[in-house]
């Protein structure tokens, strides 16, 4: 975002410009079984039931952040003054 662009009831201000990135990866499985029975003995009657569910879920998050920047020239990251990360 350059510095040429100001923000709500903000104006802009030369030398704020910054850049932001971001990734994300999902993976996600969901596992369900089940298993009916019925038997018949004469007069008896076995009736079961069983069953698992099992589910996995995993999220890899990168967020980047980087601010202020000498001039809206520079068109990398790692250009700027600071520069932030989590995920």
Do not use: C
Not at 2 to 8: A, D, L, Y
Not at 13 to 25: F, K, L, Q
Not at 45 to 59: D, E, M, P, S
């Amino acid at each position: 975002m350059p510095s040429t662009v100001g923000g709500s009831n903000r104006p802009p201000v030369a030398g704020t410009a910054s850049s932001a990135n971001s990734r994300a990866d999902n993976f996600n499985w969901l596992i369900e079984n089940t298993l009916n029975y019925n038997k018949n003995f004469g007069k008896h009657r076995i009736n079961a039931l069983v069953g698992y569910t099992t589910q996995k879920n995993k999220t890899n998050t990168i967020n980047l952040n980087a601010s202020p920047y000498a001039n809206d020239l520079i068109q990398t990251i790692n250009a700027a003054q600071a520069v932030a990360t989590w995920g």
